[in-house]
Structure formats: C-alpha cells, structure tokens
C-alpha cells in the first residue's frame, strides 16, 4: 500500500525548507499527502515535474477553485481567489492581456527612478532616526506599499491605512471567516469607490485604464475590482524584501561579494528569489499551487488520475539538486538560474517584472546607502511570522 505523508501541517522554521521536501525528491518525488482540511492530494517536488504540471493544460485551475471545500489546503477555509488564478486559457489570456501594458518591460523601466526616489527617501528618514531600525516597519512594509498604490492608483493618504485593512485576508490562517470576509468586503467597498472616482477623472493608473476597459465592455466592473483588491493584497515584495536582507546579513561572505559588484544586483536578486521560500511548505487554499488533472497523466513513473488534485512545492522545485549544483547553499553569481519563484506556465505572476525591479532597488539602495549594515539582534532571536500567507521576518533591527 503506497504510504501516505503528512503534508501542510507544519510551521516554518525561518526559511529552511521542511525535511519531508529533500527526501521525497530523492525517493518519491510524486506522493500521496494528506492535509489539514480538504481531500488528499499528489505532491510533486522535482524541478521539471513541477514545471510540467503548472504549464500542462491537463492540469487545471478553474476546476480547483469550484471544488470550493474539497480542495486540499492548510486552513479551515477557502479565501477568495486571485481573478487571475480562477480559469484557464484561453479566458484566462484576456484579462492578462488588459492589464500587460502596465507590467510590461518598458512601462517597469519608466518606474525605476520613481521607485529609487521613493526609496531613498524612506531610507533618508531611516538614517534621521539612526540605528537599530526595524527594517520591516519602516521600509520593507512601506516601499512596496506606496509604490503597488502609485501604479494601481490610491491616493497617497490612503496607501497604508489600506494596508492595514488587508491584514486579517494576510492571515487568514489565525482569522476567522468573518473577520477574512468583512476585510474582503471593505477592501472591494474602497475599490469600487475609487473606480467611480476614476470614471469621473481618469489619471495614468492602473484603475483608470480598468474603467476604460469597463466602458469599452472588456472587462466586467466586478472583474475589474478583483483586479485591485488582489494587487492591495499582496504583500509578497514586503516579505521579500524583509527574508532578502536577513539571508544577507546572515551570509558576511555574500554580502561583501555584491557590495564589491554591485553591477551584479539582477544576478543576486534572482538567487535570492530562488534561495529564500516566500510561502510557507503549505498549499495556500484558492490561491495555492494546486491543479485538479483532467486527464491521466503519468509524473515521474505515479498515474496521476483524471479528478486528482495535485499540489506543487515550488519551494522544493528551487532546491532540486538535479538542477542547481549546492542547491542548499546561496550563491549569488549563479547562472543560470531557472527558479520558479514567480510561477511558470500561464498562471506565472503577471506582475514578475514590476517586482523584480521594487526588488532591485531595494537592494541596492539599502546597500548603497549603509556603509555597514548588521543584524541588531543574534540572527536565532529574530522573529518570524507565524499563521500568515506568506514568509518573513516579523521584525529586522538593524545597525550600521
């Protein structure tokens, strides 16, 4: 009888990935998992088998999101779903299309010197206050924060009063359905607010290019909403930023490499994206890397039936010995660097750009600016997250 493992149960330790990923992709890298609420699942931890099922069309999303209660999760309930993680292509293209103009290349390179002045100026009011600073608090919360409300259009007074209504949705893990589902209800209530607001005087955002394609019947206002209530949400840059400069400031001999080549800060970036897990080693419920197959299909020598759910760990794809030499150990000049942090195949982040940039500058202007920077605290009394959607440090008291 195949063994069944215990999958989604456990909180993170910092940002060291679980056991359990290491040993099934070493002897059985497509297993059978029971989680915390739903029904059982396949979890597939290899690299290209991980790529497989998030780009094969016969593995599906939209079916996920109306198996509603059966789908296989870690909390007690189903959040409201990203709109774009609810369907598949071809419907799933269109409203990725509306929305490309503002993700694209060209329109993130525009933004970069908004995103350095932004940035050195919460880093200006850092060094006026003088260390230790919680880097959290007063820039890993705040830039991404202010800039996400730049592009998508909230009036800067309401930037980070918004960010606290999210916070119940962030960890809806320790929050009960009604507290996820009235912060949902504010947070659509707000955006629909601005989305009038919008109709009556379009600016260069985000929203107001929705609204245009309300007008023009492109997109539904309800779709369009979903649109900016998903974006307020995330808070994956934030917790990067703050997992970024722990895994610096813990790693001396890295830290002084890119402080001697800064030219190599996109290089660093992506291996810090790939080294540092974003979610903890849990499905994330509506949200999460999970597909239902809608055809037999065979991974890495298991069938995996029509109707079975599938949960991918992006997380042990990035550490996949088979495709990263030292996988376990950071290296910030690796190239190549095929990791999945932002997804792969047509549900891949449509925002991985803008992020890759806000990440950029992030790095660079905190390492350019502080002549010496260093943990606060013994890195072992550092506070981590606990019960929330994505990895991070609590708090990050740092000198220089």
Same mark, same amino acid.
């Given at each position: 009888?195949?063994? %069944? ?54 593995? *599906? ?23 774009? /993680? ?23 390179? +525009? ?50 009063? %918004? ?5 119940? %949705?962030?960890?809806?893990? /320790? ?17 629909? !607010? ?17 609204? !245009? ?22 808070? /994956? ?25 800064? !030219? ?20 994330? &419920? ?15 020598? %298991?069938?995996?039936?029509? &109707? ?7 997380? !042990? ?36 750009? +803008?992020?890759?940039?806000? +990440?950029?500058?992030?790095? *660079? ?5 502080? /002549? ?14 606990? &019960? ?13």
């Amino acid at each position: 009888m195949r063994k %069944v493992y215990r999958y989604g149960f456990d909180t993170p330790d910092r940002l060291e990935p679980i056991a359990l990923l290491a040993t099934l992709r070493a002897e059985q890298p497509v297993a059978r998992i029971t989680l915390p609420y739903g029904e059982d699942a396949w979890l597939v931890t290899r690299h290209e088998s991980v790529k497989t099922v998030l780009g094969d069309p016969r593995f *599906s999303r939209a079916t996920v999101v109306a198996a509603g209660d059966r789908t296989p999760r870690a909390g007690p309930f189903n959040p409201t779903p990203n709109p774009f /993680s609810v369907t598949d292509p071809p419907h799933h293209a269109r409203l990725r299309k509306l929305v490309a103009g503002v993700f694209g290349r060209l329109a993130v390179e +525009l933004r970069r010197p908004r995103a350095e002045q932004v940035a050195g100026e919460l880093i200006d009011d850092m060094i006026a206050v003088g260390p230790p600073v919680d880097l959290i608090q007063a820039f890993a919360i705040q830039f991404p924060t202010l800039m996400i409300g730049e592009v998508l259009g909230v009036p800067q007074p309401d930037r980070l009063q %918004v960010r606290d209504w999210t916070l119940p %949705v962030l960890s809806y893990w /320790s929050r009960t359905k009604h507290e996820v589902d009235r912060a949902h209800r504010r947070m659509r209530e707000y955006v629909s !607010s601005l989305v009038a607001r919008k109709r009556e005087h379009p600016e260069a955002d985000l929203l107001s290019t929705l609204v !245009s394609h309300i007008d023009r019947q492109e997109i539904a206002e309800a779709e369009a909403i979903a649109v900016g209530v998903s974006m307020l949400l995330n808070d /994956s840059t934030a917790n990067q930023i703050g997992s970024f400069l722990y895994v610096l400031l813990t790693h001396p001999d890295q830290l002084a490499w890119l402080r001697a080549n800064p !030219s190599r800060v996109p290089d660093a970036v992506e291996e810090l994206l790939r080294f540092a897990p974003l979610t903890p080693d849990k499905p994330g &419920g509506g949200q999460g890397n999970v597909r239902m197959a809608l055809a037999d299909v065979e991974l890495d020598g %298991v069938c995996i039936r029509a &109707g079975d759910f599938v949960v991918t760990s992006i997380t !042990s794809a990035n550490r996949d010995e088979r495709i990263f030499v030292d996988s376990h150990e950071i290296d910030l000049g690796r190239t190549p660097n095929p990791h999945m942090a932002f997804g792969h195949g047509p549900h891949h982040c449509p925002g991985d750009k +803008l992020a890759r940039m806000w +990440l950029q500058v992030a790095v *660079s202007c905190l390492l350019t600016r502080f /002549s010496n920077p260093q943990l606060a605290v013994p890195a072992d009394e550092v506070p981590w997250k606990v &019960g929330t959607v994505n990895r991070g440090p609590a708090a990050l008291q740092v000198t220089w």
